[in-house]
C-alpha cells in the first residue's frame, strides 16, 4: 500500500465517526415532516384562538387573519374570542372542526397563563385539540404564546408540543412585538402594524408549504 493510500484510509476513519454524528444530529434535530401536508380536508382555513386571534386592539378589518388571507389569497375564517382559554377553545372544538377545516391556525394559551393555570393542563388541552383536527384531515399551525413571566416558560413546553404532534410551530406571536409601542395597542396586544409585522411572520413560513396557494383553488 502507498503513502498516499495510508494517507487516504487514515483521513477516513478520522472523518467517518464525525460524519455519522453530523448525519445523526441532522436526522434528530431536524423538524418532522407535519401531520396532514398535503391537508385531506376540503374545508375552510380556519383561525381558532383568542382575542389575539379576534384581532383586539387592531381596526376593522386588520386582524392578523384578514390580513394573512389578503396576502395568500384564500379566505380565513376568524373563530377568535377574546378571553378564551385552550379549556374553553375544547368546548368550542366541534364547531371547529365540524366543517374539516383544511388548515388551522391555532393560537390558545395567553388567558392560560394570565389565569395561572397549570402549565401541564394547557398542553394537555392543546394536545387533545390538535389531534381532534388531526382526525379531521386539518393541517395544524401551533402559534406559541409566551409566559406571563420574566422568563419564557412556554418557549420550548410549546416547541416539543409541535414535535409530538408533528404540527408546523411559530414560536412566540408577539416575538419582535412586545414592549415596542410602535407595534402595541397595550401590554398585551399588537395595535394595527403589529398584526401586520405579525402576518408577515406567518405568511413565511406558510409559503414554503403551499407554494402553489394565491390564484390557484386546488391549493386552498
Known amino acids: 500500500m502507498s503513502a498516499a493510500d495510508m494517507t487516504l484510509k487514515r483521513l477516513v476513519w478520522i472523518l467517518a465517526p464525525a460524519l455519522i454524528a453530523a448525519l445523526l444530529y441532522w436526522l434528530i434535530s431536524r423538524p418532522p415532516v407535519p401531520i396532514n401536508l398535503p391537508p385531506t380536508a376540503t374545508g375552510p382555513w380556519i383561525a381558532f ?16 387573519p ?4 389578503r396576502s395568500l389569497g384564500v379566505p380565513i375564517l376568524n373563530l377568535g374570542v377574546s378571553g378564551d382559554t385552550s379549556a374553553d377553545g375544547l368546548k368550542r372544538l366541534d364547531a371547529v372542526a365540524r366543517p374539516q377545516p383544511r388548515v388551522v391556525l391555532l393560537c390558545l394559551g395567553g388567558n392560560d397563563a394570565l389565569n395561572q393555570m397549570p402549565q401541564a393542563r394547557t398542553l394537555a ?26 422568563h419564557d416558560r412556554n418557549g420550548k413546553a410549546f416547541a416539543r408540543l409541535a414535535r409530538e404532534k408533528r404540527v408546523l410551530y411559530v414560536p412566540d406571536f408577539l ?20 398584526y401586520k409585522r405579525f402576518a408577515e411572520r406567518l405568511e413565511k413560513v406558510l409559503r414554503p408549504f403551499f407554494p402553489r396557494l394565491t390564484g390557484d383553488p386546488a391549493a386552498r
Request: hydrophobic share 40%; proline share 3%.
Open 49 to 64: 384562538g383568542d382575542s389575539l386571534t379576534e384581532g383586539y386592539g387592531a381596526t376593522e378589518g386588520n386582524a392578523y
Open 66 to 69: 384578514a390580513l394573512l388571507s
Open 125 to 150: 388541552n392543546l394536545g387533545a385539540i390538535i389531534d381532534r383536527l388531526h382526525a379531521e384531515g386539518s393541517f395544524v399551525v401551533l402559534i406559541g404564546i409566551r409566559s406571563a413571566s420574566l
Open 175 to 194: 416575538k419582535g412585538l412586545a414592549f415596542k409601542p410602535v407595534y402595541m395597542s397595550d401590554a398585551i396586544h399588537p395595535n394595527d402594524e403589529g
